[in-house]
């Protein structure tokens, strides 16, 4: 099993489709100061994509997000 998929395997197990999310779908606020956020909820599992990119996708926004750039709400800091 990859590393990627035991990452998607633990955030299904902890969260599951519908939790409340802080998703940056650029850049981390720790990369760039000035990152834009949602404050939104996950609107599927997350999932492998490419065999190579742990993602899962939210309401607000077109396009799948790395796990990496997805917080659980109450963990984010949205400053």
């Not at 633990?10 to 100061?33: I, K, M, S």
């Not at 000035?34 to 997350?46: C, E, G, I, P």
Request: hydrophobic share 40%.
């Amino acid at each position: 099993m990859s590393v990627q998929q035991r990452n998607v395997d633990q955030w299904n197990a902890r969260y599951p489709v519908g939790t409340r999310v802080v998703a940056y779908p650029g850049f981390r606020p720790e990369r760039d100061p000035d990152a834009k956020y949602l404050v939104t909820r996950t609107r599927s599992a997350a999932t492998v994509l490419g065999g190579h990119t742990a993602v899962v996708w939210v309401e607000g926004h077109g396009a799948c997000i790395a796990l990496t750039h997805v917080d659980p709400f109450p963990k984010a800091v949205t400053t």
